[in-house]
């Protein structure tokens, strides 16, 4: 402990050294914490602050000895203080979606630390497939979370990841969610929740930080032609909600062991999802065994109450939210109203018990009333921790492997920096900062601009191009002059936050504003190639310039980060072969124009001409598709070992034996034990260029309960120098991965043909029984 107290006090003297004109910006913090015995050593009497003792048997001491009052204060998450007991208030709401965020009251920048990596937005991060990535993010976040938490700038829970399916390309909060895939999705959030929570310990009750998958559940509207998230009802078919919106919780909850589940603003089929005993209690608590708390989202009680008209009584919406389950208020509303429910017959305390106790689980688990955490296995993490070299370092390898190449003519990518000896470089986007980092953001450790990145590598020429991504006119002369004079020209364009975020949904998803008419007017003069950069959180219509034989590549970086600017220099000038893959569909402008943002059907509807969503079900044309990405090689995939037959075994007097049968209930029946069989696939770098490889193994299931045209099974990372191959292996669980969900919400498995995909390779796997 007193180790940490000097490098504290050291790294405070320096930075007064340095801000010796305003000292008082520099103040090193105590952590909060519960069961203090250096102050108070009759702390050590209560079994609540005994770290020998089963946390069950804690928390059961801790609730027994608050008054009803004192346990309602635990609801919210400015929790309250009980002084007699040695807990302090602390603050439930922190969030790392990307980095250690400054969204949120629970956690703060200063001198001490002034900034936290900021990696990409997760739609890039998501577009790598590379699911180490994912789980090294969490732990480098968790390591900055638990250095700030010990000098008091930080919390230990953090609402994040959001892992809601992005189902509609207009939705501003699209770039915060690893894309339109259930696999992926879960996949992400599974990982980085256990790169974030786990300790190493051989105790899984430990936390290192608590984690949140959010939001639950089918929300992705926020606000679209007058229809806003705090009203909007989500209409859901059972097959869709089993097959699309809750896989990614099942397995953030049922994988990742996650610590909280936040549940959304609006209702699905006219309940309040805060609100709806099935939903919380039935299928979080109840199938899936979520070991923590249900929080609600912001003010979501408060809504459920006063802008959904759900109950008459805010003392009834406290208590039906309880009673469906929910542990913690992001808000006021259960400290103003619960004791009054109490105190009228509409809920028991007991239920406030159960509740509390849920939430002070989760903080035992951290341990939060174990006393001094510098002296706790963290302890010695400090400003030194955060943003080191190291983690910098893995931002800027996170945008490298999730940047996309949608467009490449021969010899236009990579740029060789020796040849080039005048880059122009265009666009609204070329000096992004804060665009960079996107939404739930932090202070980053420090920018490198698209523009800072470029100019390291070769001499450069700069025009906006226009005032801002809104591009309301472009201003043409200055852009156009550079173009023409320059060996090659980079366009830097795309949105930033006043186009797609949180509370705000796009109508239109082509480039903004005048800046296809800036891509095109440059494409005409420039002498070179015509790289267009297009900086994102969403899909965009970009379709003239995918048809435009004056624009040589097309690059999609998302929202990159705090490294970004120097990720994309890095693969336009070729010492970073690009790998990523689109993780959701790009479709046309049309598609906006047609389709309700409001629809939440997943499947399509001839009789409507409704034409479904995501590259599982959408049946019309896209820009671009899920899963596109090309390399500066040639990758080729050939089959080493794969079944042609799969018998699934029925006991003899199953009437599938006697009768046409079109798929097996893989639950009723006790038919799934070792059900698995292999898939060897060997790849070959055939190109001049080392480089990594993603690969993604899809099948398409025969047409029975209108399953999907494509599902992806699996997806794997690996890197190949110049001539070399590898063994890829894929290990297919029969009733898992070859399952579709019937109409009713049961997982059946087709009999027929499945046909794998991977790349332009296909085969044919007949299962039968």
């Avoid at 809104?470 to 020209?489: E, F, N, R, S, Y």
Wanted: glycine letters at 8%.
């Amino acid at each position: 402990m007193a180790s940490n107290r000097v490098n504290c006090s050291v790294f405070t003297f320096l930075l007064l050294q340095f801000f010796i004109n305003a000292p008082s910006l520099v103040v090193c913090q105590s952590p909060v914490f519960a069961c203090d015995v250096s102050k108070d050593p009759g702390l050590k009497n209560f079994s609540f602050c005994d770290s020998s003792l089963k946390i069950s048997s804690r928390v059961d001491d801790l609730v027994k000895r608050l008054t009803l009052q004192e346990k309602i204060t635990f609801l919210v998450n400015k929790a309250g203080s009980v002084s007699r007991l040695g807990i302090p208030s602390y603050e439930w709401w922190s969030e790392a979606l990307h980095g250690v965020s400054y969204v949120g009251p629970g956690t703060h920048f200063s001198n001490v630390v002034p900034g936290a990596t900021s990696f990409p937005q997760p739609i890039l991060t998501a577009a790598s497939f590379n699911v180490s990535l994912f789980y090294a993010i969490g732990q480098v976040v968790s390591n900055e979370a638990r250095a700030m938490y010990n000098v008091g700038l930080a919390g230990l829970t953090y609402w994040s990841p959001n892992i809601n399916i992005y189902r509609d390309p207009r939705w501003g909060r699209g770039q915060e969610t690893p894309g339109e895939d259930p696999l992926l999705s879960s996949r992400y959030g599974s990982a980085y929740v256990r790169g974030l929570q786990e300790t190493g310990d051989s105790d899984p009750d430990r936390l290192k930080v608590a984690a949140c998958c959010k939001h639950y559940t089918a929300y992705d509207v926020d606000n679209w032609k007058g229809v806003d998230r705090y009203t909007f009802d989500a209409k859901v078919t059972k097959q869709d909600m089993d097959d699309t919106y809750q896989p990614p919780f099942k397995s953030c909850v049922i994988d990742g062991n996650v610590a909280s589940v936040m549940c959304s603003y609006n209702k699905v089929n006219g309940k309040p999802t805060c609100a709806d005993p099935d939903l919380l209690a039935g299928v979080i608590r109840g199938e899936w065994k979520l070991n923590g708390y249900i929080v609600s989202d912001c003010d979501s009680v408060d809504v459920l109450y006063k802008n959904q008209h759900y109950t008459e009584s805010p003392e009834e919406a406290a208590a039906v939210s309880i009673a469906a389950g929910l542990d913690l208020d992001c808000g006021t509303f259960l400290g103003q109203h619960t004791e009054a429910a109490v105190k009228g017959g509409l809920i028991n305390e007991s239920a406030i018990d159960n509740a509390v106790s849920n939430n002070f689980a989760t903080l035992f688990r951290l341990g939060f009333f174990d006393g001094n955490p510098t002296e706790q296995k963290y302890g010695k993490l400090g400003p030194k921790d955060v943003c080191t070299q190291a983690n910098q370092e893995l931002a800027r390898e996170t945008a490298r492997q999730g940047i996309v190449l949608l467009k490449n003519k021969p010899a236009s990518l990579p740029l060789s920096a020796t040849a080039i000896k005048s880059l122009a470089v265009i666009g609204p986007n070329a000096k992004a900062t804060k665009t960079m980092i996107g939404n739930y953001e932090g202070t980053p450790c420090k920018y490198t601009t698209p523009l800072d990145g470029l100019t390291a590598l070769v001499p450069t020429v700069y025009s906006a191009g226009c005032s801002d991504t809104a591009c309301g006119t472009a201003q043409l002369d200055d852009a156009k002059k550079i173009a023409a004079q320059a060996d090659a020209a980079v366009l830097i364009v795309g949105t930033d936050q006043s186009i797609e975020t949180e509370s705000r949904d796009r109508l239109d998803i082509h480039l903004p504003g005048q800046q296809p008419l800036l891509v095109s007017e440059i494409a005409k003069v420039s002498k070179g190639p015509v790289i267009l950069v297009i900086m994102s959180g969403g899909s965009m219509d970009i379709a003239f310039a995918k048809d435009d034989p004056k624009i040589s590549s097309i690059l999609w970086v998302g929202f990159p980060g705090e490294a970004g600017g120097a990720a994309i220099a890095d693969v336009i000038f070729g010492s970073y072969n690009p790998s990523g893959r689109l993780p959701m569909t790009w479709y046309p402008q049309a598609f906006a124009d047609k389709v309700p943002m409001t629809n939440m059907n997943m499947r399509p509807d001839p009789a409507t001409g409704y034409p479904g969503r995501s590259y599982r079900f959408y049946t019309g044309d896209a820009v671009y598709a899920f899963g596109d990405g090309l390399s500066y090689t040639t990758f080729h995939h050939r089959l080493v070992r794969a079944p042609k037959l799969v018998s699934i075994p029925l006991e003899e007097k199953h009437m599938c034996h006697s009768e046409e049968c079109k798929s097996i209930d893989v639950v009723s029946e006790n038919i799934c034990q070792n059900l698995v069989f292999d898939i060897h696939l060997r790849v070959k770098n055939r190109g001049r260029t080392s480089g990594s490889h993603t690969v993604l193994l899809f099948s398409t299931p025969p047409a029975v309960h209108n399953s999907p045209k494509k599902n992806l099974l699996g997806f794997e990372k690996v890197f190949l120098g110049s001539q070399m191959m590898q063994i890829v292996k894929f290990k297919i669980d029969v009733c898992k991965d070859l399952s579709v969900v019937d109409e009713n919400g049961s997982k059946k498995v087709g009999l027929g043909e499945h046909v794998l995909h991977i790349g332009d390779l296909k085969h044919t796997l007949n299962v039968g029984i």
